[in-house]
């Protein structure tokens, strides 16, 4: 079993920043990819970064140059700093586990809340 708690939402104007963390406990989170996902009303939710214990990391196109991923594997937490943030990018945003050994699992937390409004 993973736990994961975000933290770091809020509310901010078009053009700031966040950042969001995200404390992982657990067994072997370094065989976990770490990442974030988000979703707005009406929507499905997508996937937004992720990153591997090695620093491996990948992103979606949609937010490419705006967000970066970090980990600190020793402490076995990830965040996501947002700058730039537009109105699209509000959502709720959710970390997530990925096991990357078998068998294959994963975990959310429970979300935090962006908004981006002026």
């Known amino acids: 079993q993973v736990q994961l708690v975000e933290s770091g939402g809020g509310l901010v104007q078009p053009g700031g920043s966040l950042r969001l963390s995200c404390a992982a406990s657990?067994?072997?989170?370094?065989?976990?990819?770490l990442g974030w996902y988000r979703q707005a009303p009406g929507n499905q939710r997508e996937f937004v970064a992720s990153i591997t214990s090695g620093g491996s990391t990948n992103y979606a196109d949609s937010v490419k140059g705006r967000f970066t991923i970090s980990r600190d594997n020793a402490r076995d937490t990830v965040a996501l700093q947002m700058n730039g943030l537009k109105s699209e990018d509000t959502a709720a945003y959710y970390c997530?586990?990925?096991?990357?050994?078998?068998?294959?699992?994963?975990?959310w937390g429970q979300g935090t809340q962006v908004t981006v409004s002026s």
């Open positions: 657990g067994r072997m989170i370094g065989s976990y990819r």
């Open positions: 997530n586990a990925d096991r990357l050994v078998s068998p294959s699992r994963q975990y």
